[in-house]
């Protein structure tokens, strides 16, 4: 279990203590910061959120740096990603925060390349890279995120909705990048009468 890996562990265990957070009525008040009003729990689940995506680009840059890649990393991470921002988009299309059909097409999307990778992955052996669309898609869902947990902190005090224009950032991209995914994958159904 290398530096990477527990990384990987830190951050599953991370998501049920961000649900937990988020599910605790607001009784303690709120936090005001930058033009941001956020409930206590509410910005200490951030605040989870935040250092659980920090993981994220830590075990990925220490694992290829210190060459730490192993076959757990290789599948935990990248299961540790989706299960730690689907359970943020949950609980803000729970706390209506951000549009349950905007978080459908992102959980679908995220289902179906998975879906497709395993196949490349079952029949050729290679896993298919992550291109620059589907990291654009990575970096503005992640900070949707944040903005939505921390009420647009510093956006806020200038009326911006960054939150939502990440939100619908993250969604073009998303649909943009499964299409791309499929199409460079389309060999694999080749064989579909």
Not at 15 to 26: R, T
Not at 111 to 140: D, E
């Amino acid at each position: 279990m290398n530096i990477a890996n527990k990384l990987t562990v830190a951050r599953m265990f991370l998501i049920p203590v961000f649900i937990i957070l988020m599910y605790i009525p607001n009784q303690f008040g709120n936090i005001d910061v930058l033009g941001a009003n956020i409930p206590v729990f509410q910005f200490i689940a951030g605040l989870v959120f935040t250092i659980a995506s920090i993981t994220d680009y830590l075990d990925g840059y220490l694992a290829r740096k210190h060459n730490l890649i192993t076959s757990f990393g290789e599948f935990f991470d990248p299961m540790a990603d989706k299960l730690l921002v689907i359970a943020a988009l949950i609980m803000l299309v729970q706390a209506n925060t951000v549009p349950g059909w905007v978080v459908v097409i992102i959980v679908s999307r995220e289902l179906l390349v998975t879906g497709l990778r395993v196949l490349l992955a079952t029949q050729s052996g290679k896993v298919m890279a992550a291109a620059w669309p589907g990291k654009i898609k990575t970096f503005t869902q992640m900070f949707a995120i944040i903005f939505y947990l921390f009420d647009d902190i510093g956006f806020a005090l200038f009326n911006i909705p960054i939150s939502t224009i990440l939100i619908y950032v993250c969604l073009i991209f998303t649909v943009y990048s499964g299409a791309e995914y499929f199409y460079k994958g389309r060999h694999v159904f080749a064989d579909t009468q």
